[in-house]
């Protein structure tokens, strides 16, 4: 009799324990389909997008949710937990990424840009340094596996223009993205280094006017490089996508000038490091002037945070170095990552102290003896003001004239 009442509370336990489970389940595809509304939602609102995500091929749920946790610890609870798990997972693996969307109003711009960008790790980076990815499965490292996803994913953006850093396999990218109408060049960095950066455009929307390399191993400024290149859009035999009439826009507003560059890593030499964006943005400008004082789109690799004196410098156009540590220019000592959530800001980072420069130190990031404050002539803006994230590797800038 004992045995059978045990047998019974066990499985009203089991039972109990499969409900619960259940309910935990339904939580979790409820929890779902309000951010899929919230998400609906702020397309309504907004006019303008960062990029628009219905537009995209939906991706793996993984980049999304978090794992559900088990709710009971009955071994036939989480099997038929796990069952059921398995198949959410490949019923909704389709669902796409939680996209942030722009507030910034361009509703009256008639040339729309998708630019992209990624520093997709070089095969050669991989092999010299295996320590950094013990942790990663070598299939994920494999570069025949990589390149092919690399492609897929850029293509769900529609992109106009592609901006890669750490490129040492430019061929097996260009013969990919060939396919997909586009065209690209590329720059490798100088010294021992073997990759670069590339820069790739579709053919049907751009010409290309100019291209021209920056190598700043010619300003004593290590290996990196940069590349610029002014983009002509190509004519819509006057009318838009939708069969109307634009409007005249003015030639110079039809070109633009792209910068791609990936600047050094090393965080204790902030003196470097702004000498290259010091030497990226002067040559940008002067190309703008050249054609016109043409749009700026400035895009790469800074290795800087947004709370950074680097950041401050592009955004706001002047720093005075006397007020910044050398190695705390890029911010990555001074605001480790932590996973936490980071705005990017332009406020001024105050010092309570002066910090000393040599005067070699000086030379590298000013370009003068003497001279502590540093000035550039492009008014530049964020693409991604007051954009929540965890890591800002990437910053995007652009100098806006006419109408895009």
């Not at 061929?171 to 060049?185: E, I, M, Q, T």
């Not at 910090?355 to 070699?360: G, H, I």
Request: glycine content about 4%.
């Amino acid at each position: 009799m004992r045995k059978k009442q045990r047998r019974q509370l066990l499985e009203e336990k089991s039972r109990a324990a499969v409900k619960r489970s259940h309910t935990c389940f339904e939580q979790f595809h409820y929890n779902k389909r309000t951010k899929r509304q919230k998400l609906v939602s702020s397309e309504t609102e907004t006019k303008t997008l960062t990029l628009k995500a219905e537009s995209l091929p939906k991706l793996p749920i993984s980049s999304r949710f978090e794992a559900i946790h088990h709710c009971s610890s009955s071994s036939s609870s989480s099997r038929a937990h796990k069952k059921r798990q398995n198949r959410s997972n490949s019923s909704c693996s389709g669902a796409s990424r939680k996209w942030v969307f722009s507030s910034y109003d361009c509703s009256s711009y008639e040339d729309k840009v998708v630019i992209v960008s990624y520093n997709i790790l070089g095969v050669h980076n991989v092999a010299k340094h295996p320590n950094l990815y013990l942790n990663v499965p070598k299939k994920f490292l494999e570069w025949d596996r990589r390149k092919d996803l690399i492609c897929e994913e850029v293509n769900r953006y529609n992109a106009s223009i592609l901006c890669f850093q750490e490129v040492d396999r430019f061929k097996d990218l260009d013969d990919l993205l060939h396919k997909d109408g586009f065209k690209g060049v590329y720059k490798v960095r100088t010294g021992d280094s073997c990759d670069g950066c590339a820069l790739f455009w579709k053919e049907k929307m751009f010409t290309l006017l100019h291209e021209e390399n920056i190598e700043f191993q010619d300003f004593g400024l290590r290996d990196n490089v940069a590349q610029l290149c002014v983009l002509k859009m190509k004519h819509k035999s006057g009318s838009d996508s939708h069969g109307k009439p634009s409007k005249t826009t003015p030639m110079r507003s039809r070109s633009l000038v792209v910068g791609n560059t990936h600047v050094l890593f090393n965080p204790k030499r902030g003196d470097i490091k702004l000498g290259q964006v010091r030497v990226f943005l002067e040559k940008a400008y002067k190309l703008s002037q050249e054609f016109g004082s043409i749009p700026v789109i400035l895009i790469g690799d800074f290795n800087s945070l947004p709370q950074s004196a680097m950041y401050q410098f592009l955004a706001s156009s002047e720093l005075n170095i006397q007020f910044h540590d050398r190695r705390r220019i890029s911010g990555q000592l001074e605001y480790p990552s932590q996973g936490r959530e980071i705005r990017a800001q332009n406020k001024d980072i105050a010092r309570p102290l002066m910090f000393t420069w040599s005067e070699e130190e000086l030379v590298l990031a000013t370009g003068n003896k003497g001279v502590t404050h540093l000035r550039h002539k492009l008014n530049l803006c964020s693409a991604y003001p007051g954009v929540p994230v965890s890591l800002l590797n990437l910053i995007v800038l652009s100098r806006s004239f006419g109408h895009w």
